[in-house]
């Protein structure tokens, strides 16, 4: 496939460059000017401005069936209330027809990869295949302390994990899920450490998202949670602790030494009024900040490009400092350091990557005129800006058109609920 004539952000720096792109199979195999190597497939490219896909480190694609169910209310309130109650009540196929809803949004707004932790994941799996992104999908176990529960979690983990091995896609990635550490014993953190080493897996978890999770487990434990993650055996490079609102200095250090990401969900932590995340702590300590959506339920969208404006924004408003975070640093935790964190060579638009890629048609008077490329992409760019999407090397839309999935089947299944 050739990607001819675009302006192209290329490599980790970003630079600007006017040049054609030679996939080959599921890699970038060159970047250059006037290549011509008798492509299949040749997508002109010469209004448009090719970057790296968006990587959402933190999500739950069914929870757009939830989108707007409650509103208004703290985390604690919101799950125990809200989302809990009505969790209860869906089932295999909701979960299906939801996670199609939310891989579709998600690929509209230019994320080729993800990360989701929920009930019901072999559905999820089936929609990431049928829509065509890169998933990063873990059972979300939750024990309570109750044994019994512990059981059945672990037996659901590993049919998960059966599962996906047997499904042997590009694709669909298995990843250890617990949910918290107020919701999983120390028990079941430590068989998920001890399964992650044996299987090689990675591990993704809520962490330090409210005052109030600090309090109660420093209450439970007398501890942080980011030090029973480490007396559980989890804190290493293969974790990815979504919010981090909370850390303490001491923790910060502690996430930085083991190389553990933190998935930063600014729009979540601002509905729920969570709290403001110590960004530029994190980042001048070397620590991977990834970026994340978090669930449509507390969001109420799937848009990164949004999620990358709100997480500048909050930042300056919060310190009354402009200069406290760039646009580029911004740009790379949605894109560079999820792929980071998966260990994915991708993330960047450069020989020898994976062609995970966004090609947003900048004729736009939204976008226009194009001074600083980053900064269109962080402030002025929007979900439906995407024309063309490329996972693994595969066409996922073609100049606005879904090419893998019924886009309108989908859409008037959920018109038909109205
Ligand atoms: C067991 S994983 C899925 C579980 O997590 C819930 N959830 C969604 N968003 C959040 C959040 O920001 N903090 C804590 N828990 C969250 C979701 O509703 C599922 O119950
Ligand atoms: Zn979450």
Same mark, same amino acid.
């Given at each position: ?265 600014? &729009?979540?932590?601002?509905? *729920?009024? %969570? !709290? =403001? @995340?110590?960004?530029?702590? #994190?980042? +001048? ?53 999820? &792929?980071?964190?998966?260990? *994915?060579? %991708? !993330? =960047? @638009?450069?020989?020898?990557? #994976?062609? +995970? ?62």
């Amino acid at each position: 496939m050739l990607l001819k004539n675009g302006l192209v952000l290329y490599g980790e720096n970003y630079q600007l460059i006017r040049a054609d792109v030679l996939i080959e199979g599921s890699r970038i195999i060159k970047v250059g000017r006037g290549i011509n190597a008798g492509s299949d497939v040749v997508i002109d490219c010469s209004h448009s401005l090719i970057i790296p896909g968006f990587v959402n480190a933190h999500t739950h694609s069914p929870m757009v069936l939830l989108r707007g169910l409650a509103e208004d209310v703290p985390l604690m309130e919101w799950l125990e209330k809200y989302i809990w109650p009505n969790e209860r009540k869906l089932g295999r196929r909701d979960i299906y027809w939801g996670a199609l809803l939310g891989l579709i949004e998600m690929a509209r707004s230019g994320t080729v990869t993800f990360v989701d932790m929920y009930f019901h994941m072999e559905e999820v799996a089936k929609a990431t295949m049928e829509v065509g992104l890169r998933g990063f999908l873990g059972y979300g176990m939750i024990d309570l302390d109750d044994e019994g529960r512990r059981k059945a979690e672990i037996r659901e983990t590993e049919k998960f994990r059966e599962f996906v091995l047997k499904l042997n896609s590009d694709l669909v990635n298995f990843i250890l899920a617990p949910h918290a550490p107020y919701t999983c014993s120390l028990d079941c953190l430590r068989w998920v450490a001890e399964r992650s080493s044996d299987w090689g897996s990675l591990v993704t978890i809520h962490l330090s998202e409210t005052k109030g999770e600090v309090e109660s487990i420093r209450k439970k434990y007398g501890k942080n949670p980011t030090e029973i993650l480490l007396e559980a055996g989890l804190l290493n490079n293969k974790l990815i602790v979504a919010h981090g609102v909370w850390l303490s200095d001491e923790e910060i250090s502690l996430l930085s030494k083991r190389g553990v990401t933190v998935a930063h969900c600014p &729009a979540s932590n601002m509905k *729920l009024g %969570s !709290g =403001v @995340i110590r960004l530029r702590n #994190l980042l +001048d300590s070397g620590v991977n900040v990834a970026l994340g959506t978090d669930g449509a339920a507390s969001n109420n969208t799937l848009d990164m490009f949004r999620e990358m404006r709100l997480a500048s924004l909050l930042q300056k408003v919060y310190s009354l400092d402009p200069s406290i975070v760039k646009s580029r640093e911004i740009f790379r935790m949605a894109t560079l350091n999820g &792929a980071r964190a998966l260990r *994915l060579n %991708s !993330g =960047v @638009i450069e020989e020898g990557k #994976l062609a +995970d890629i966004a090609i947003i048609d900048i004729r736009k008077p939204h976008i226009l005129p194009l001074n600083d490329p980053i900064s269109s992409l962080v402030f002025s760019a929007k979900s439906g800006d995407v024309d063309t999407l490329i996972v693994n090397g595969e066409i996922i839309i073609l100049d606005g058109e879904f090419q893998t999935v019924d886009e309108e089947k989908v859409i008037d299944k959920f018109l038909g609920v109205l």
